[in-house]
């Protein structure tokens, strides 16, 4: 039987080694053989297996549901069925959310006036509730590191997280200009450039990042759907070096 290694699974589906130990602590993907030197091995069906994973991951699932999935005690047809109903009504809400933003810029440029109700269309706190349970259930992350984060966020107003924000503008320009012009993650250029992300990223938690929560914040952007879709939209393969350039800052400068 044909076997894969680690690095062999990373080249051939753009998953990390970090994200397949991740879901091996989980239990969702275990290896085949693990052989000298711990080198994992994984064949055909921890290989179709992953790909159910990470089917279901850009469904929106969270770790535990598929896991509860991949076990059988939840329907798998039905969990799909249910997940693109979800969809539909994302693309609805999207489709408001794009309206109000259009509304919004015209507003600005010295068009009909937006009433103040009408701004927050499109906007969901039920998913923002979805986001801090996720942080909870499957990254570890305290409720009270949360409300630390939410009342950081109410001291900046709009007008600090404004300026956070074209901070972080900046700050991406400046990686997506280094990252075009060759330069590894682990560049000393790239890590200066980040520290200003480091420290904005405080800004929102209310606290410093440690080394190991900001390696957890730079796994997040390969391994949550809509970070990572963000950045790879910026350019390709952006998210994973943006990922390993965070890892690197982690390492080298925090710790």
Do not use: C, K
């Not at 297996?49 to 991949?70: D, K, S």
């Amino acid at each position: 039987m044909s076997t894969w290694s680690t690095q062999e699974v990373v080249r051939l589906t753009g998953v990390t080694s970090r994200t397949l130990r991740h879901y091996d602590d989980l239990g969702l993907l275990r290896p085949v053989d693990v052989g000298p030197g711990g080198i994992r091995r994984y064949g055909r069906p921890e290989l179709l297996r992953l790909q159910q994973i990470l089917l279901l991951r850009e469904l929106g699932l969270g770790l535990p549901a598929i896991g509860t999935v991949l076990t059988g005690t939840t329907d798998r047809v039905a969990a799909l069925r249910d997940h693109r109903d979800r969809l539909l009504a994302e693309r609805e809400r999207l489709t408001r959310l794009t309206a109000t933003v259009e509304a919004t810029i015209n507003d600005l440029e010295g068009g009909p006036t937006v009433a103040e109700e009408q701004l927050f269309e499109g906007f969901e706190p039920e998913r923002q509730a979805a986001y801090e349970r996720e942080l909870v259930e499957e990254w570890g992350v305290s409720g009270q590191a949360i409300a630390e984060s939410q009342q950081a966020v109410r001291t900046l107003g709009r007008a600090g997280v404004a300026a956070n924000e074209a901070q972080r503008a900046d700050i991406e320009r400046a990686l997506l200009d280094l990252m075009a012009g060759g330069a590894a993650p682990e560049d000393e250029r790239v890590l200066d450039a980040l520290r200003g992300h480091w420290e904005l990223t405080g800004r929102y938690w209310g606290r410093p990042p440690s080394a190991e929560a900001y390696a957890g914040l730079g796994q997040m952007y390969v391994d949550h759907p809509e970070f990572r879709d963000r950045y790879e939209a910026m350019a390709p393969g952006f998210a994973q070096w943006v990922s390993d350039a965070v890892t690197a800052y982690a390492l080298t400068r925090l710790s």
